[in-house]
């Protein structure tokens, strides 16, 4: 399968427990967004890397937040000290970044379900 | 504000019959409108951009800028259209970042 992949799928934890998931985008793709979706709602941008760059950071993103893409290749997105209010399901998706008037396509990975007791 | 609204959280038809779902949006600008969707227990996946003005699937959306809209439409529903789909926008060339509606659940009924 050469579709975004992340890992893992389920995450459980404790409230107050530090996390991290991992997304591994499309080879050769070099624009990577993470995305958080609660019950009964649409994905939410939460943050944009172009290459290893971090671009744009929503206000949903906390301190407590952390995304990095240290070699442009595959992305981590930490939460430290966990809170109930943070149990969703994470959603990375990758795009080519290619130039052009009009706007890439995202593919999205299977996303991973946090659950935060 | 950026805000896409899809007013429907459930949709019922039977086969065969036609189906609308409805995207409104608010941007002060020339958004791109896409639909996505996502088939149970698969990821979710673009079924449709209005630059493209094409079918996919049978299905059809037509951006009209007077009223905000980008609905969704297909004459004849099948069984396999069964679905939760999300009607989203791009505002910024830069971010490209999409903004969803909550979804429309469409359910179609042998």
């Known amino acids: 399968d050469t579709g975004v992949s992340q890992d893992p799928r389920h995450k459980i934890t404790k409230r107050g427990q530090n996390v991290t998931f991992r997304c591994d985008p499309i080879?050769?793709?070099?624009?990577l967004y993470w995305y958080r979706q609660t019950l009964g709602q649409g994905p939410e941008f939460l943050t944009y890397?172009?290459?290893?760059?971090?671009?744009?950071k929503s206000r949903l993103l906390s301190d407590r937040f952390s995304a990095e893409r240290p070699k442009g290749s595959f992305s981590t997105l930490e939460i430290q000290r966990t809170e109930q209010g943070d149990s969703a399901m994470y959603l990375c998706?990758?795009?080519?970044?290619?130039?052009?008037?009009?706007?890439?396509?995202?593919?999205f990975g299977p996303g991973t379900r946090l659950t935060v007791l | 504000a950026q805000r896409v609204t899809q007013p429907e959280k459930l949709l019922s038809v039977f086969k065969g019959a036609p189906v609308e779902l409805k995207c409104n949006y608010s941007y002060s600008g020339s958004p791109e409108l896409f639909w996505y969707v996502q088939y149970s227990r698969q990821r979710l996946q673009l079924l449709l951009r209005h630059i493209s003005r094409e079918s996919i699937k049978g299905f059809t959306a037509d951006l009209n800028k007077g009223e905000t809209s980008f609905h969704l439409k297909k004459p004849f529903a099948q069984e396999e259209d069964s679905a939760m789909y999300y009607c989203a926008l791009s505002g910024r060339r830069g971010t490209d970042k999409l903004i969803f509606g909550t979804g429309t659940r469409l359910q179609v009924f042998p």
């Open positions: 080879s050769e793709h070099n624009r």
């Open positions: 890397f172009q290459n290893e760059a971090q671009l744009e």
């Open positions: 998706a990758s795009s080519p970044g290619l130039a052009g008037p009009s706007t890439d396509t995202q593919y």
